[in-house]
C-alpha cells in the first residue's frame, strides 16, 4: 500500500491527539481518588500538604467587582 508524506503526517497528528486526550483523561480519572497512595497530593499544586494539616488555610482570591459606565456627558451649550 503507497502513502504520501502528507497521509503519514495526518496519522501523526491523529495518533499524537488521541495519546494527549487518554493522556489528560486518565489524569482527571485519577484525581477523583481520594488521598492516593504514598502521601501524593489530591490537589492540582502538588505539595503534600492538602488539607491544611500545619494548622495554614487556603484563601481564595477576593472578587473585585467593577461597574463599567458611561462618562457623565455635559448637557451641550445653547
Avoid at 17 to 44: I, P, Q, T
Amino acid at each position: 500500500m503507497f502513502q504520501d508524506w502528507q497521509t503519514v503526517v495526518v496519522w501523526l497528528i491523529i495518533v499524537s491527539s488521541l495519546a494527549y486526550v487518554a493522556r489528560r483523561g486518565w489524569g482527571r480519572l485519577r484525581s477523583f481518588r481520594a488521598g492516593g497512595k504514598g502521601g501524593e497530593a489530591a490537589c492540582a499544586s502538588g505539595c503534600g500538604s492538602c488539607g491544611g494539616e500545619q494548622g495554614t488555610t487556603l484563601t481564595s482570591p477576593q472578587k473585585v467587582l467593577v461597574q463599567i459606565t458611561n462618562a457623565k456627558r455635559t448637557s451641550p451649550k445653547q
